[in-house]
């Protein structure tokens, strides 16, 4: 498999958690990052993909949140992602973000020396 070379320079912006939840024999492993605003778009998005419910999404993310720890972006990624308040599809190249993650792997992705990991317990679900 090829490489992928994708923008994650942000500290904090790249994690990967599993919630707990058994959907799954190995539960529900969940990566998530934010892709920096690029071109006209005014906000970061925040992307996951759910490996073992085969779920991928994205959503605009405020700069100023606070998402200062990887905890706290995890807890919120959680959040709009059990409200349904994600969108599907291209813009600006979060596709290919999507699509490169989930063809890389849950564990490909976890491995990656700048991926933050959060404990089940500090998600707080």
Same mark, same amino acid.
């Given at each position: 498999?090829?490489?992928?070379?994708? !923008?994650?320079? =942000?500290?904090? =912006?790249?994690?990967?958690?599993?919630?707990?939840?058994?959907?799954?024999?190995? *539960?529900?492993?969940?990566?998530?990052?934010?892709?920096?605003?690029?071109?006209? #778009?005014?906000? !970061? #998005?925040?992307?996951?993909?759910?490996? !073992?419910?085969?779920?991928?999404?994205?959503? %605009?993310?405020?700069?100023? *949140?606070?998402?200062?720890? %990887?905890?706290?972006?995890?807890?919120?990624?959680?959040?709009?992602?059990?409200?349904?308040?994600?969108?599907?599809?291209?813009?600006? *190249?979060?596709? /290919?973000?999507? *699509?490169?993650? =989930?063809?890389?792997?849950? /564990? @490909?992705?976890? @491995?990656?020396?700048?991926?933050? /990991?959060? =404990?089940? @317990?500090?998600?707080?679900?």
């Amino acid at each position: 498999m090829n490489a992928i070379t994708l !923008d994650f320079s =942000r500290a904090a =912006r790249k994690l990967h958690f599993n919630t707990g939840r058994w959907y799954t024999a190995l *539960g529900q492993r969940i990566a998530a990052w934010v892709v920096p605003a690029v071109g006209e #778009a005014c906000y !970061d #998005a925040a992307c996951f993909v759910d490996f !073992d419910r085969d779920i991928t999404g994205y959503f %605009p993310i405020q700069v100023t *949140g606070n998402f200062d720890t %990887p905890a706290a972006l995890a807890r919120h990624v959680v959040h709009m992602y059990d409200q349904g308040q994600y969108r599907l599809g291209a813009f600006h *190249g979060i596709h /290919e973000h999507i *699509g490169a993650v =989930r063809a890389l792997g849950y /564990e @490909a992705f976890a @491995a990656q020396c700048d991926a933050h /990991e959060v =404990r089940k @317990a500090d998600l707080a679900l």
